[in-house]
C-alpha cells in the first residue's frame, strides 16, 4: 500500500468525473474559438477598414441602405 494515499472507490470515481467534466469544458471551449476565429476576421477587417467606399458597399450589402441612398452618399465621398 502506499501510506493510505490512493485512488479507488469513490474517490477514483469523483476524480475522473471531474477530469471528464474537465476534457468536455476544453472541447466546448475550443469549438466556440475555432467559430469566432473563422467568422471574425471577416468582421474584424471590415471594422478596422480606412476606406469609406468599401463601408459603404458594405451597408448596401447588409440592406442598412438603399441603392438611392448609396448613389447619394458615394457621389458625396468622390466630392
Known sequence: MMGGI?????????I???????????VIVLIV???????SPR???TMRSS???GLLQLR???GEITP???EELRA???D
Open 6 to 14: 490512493g485512488v479507488n472507490g469513490f474517490t477514483g470515481m469523483w
Open 16 to 26: 475522473m468525473g471531474l477530469f471528464g467534466l474537465l476534457s468536455l469544458a476544453g
Open 33 to 39: 474559438w475555432a467559430i469566432r476565429a473563422l467568422l
Open 43 to 45: 468582421v474584424s477587417e
Open 51 to 53: 476606406d469609406p467606399l
Open 60 to 62: 448596401l450589402a447588409r
Open 68 to 70: 438611392d441612398e448609396y
Open 76 to 78: 458625396h465621398l468622390r
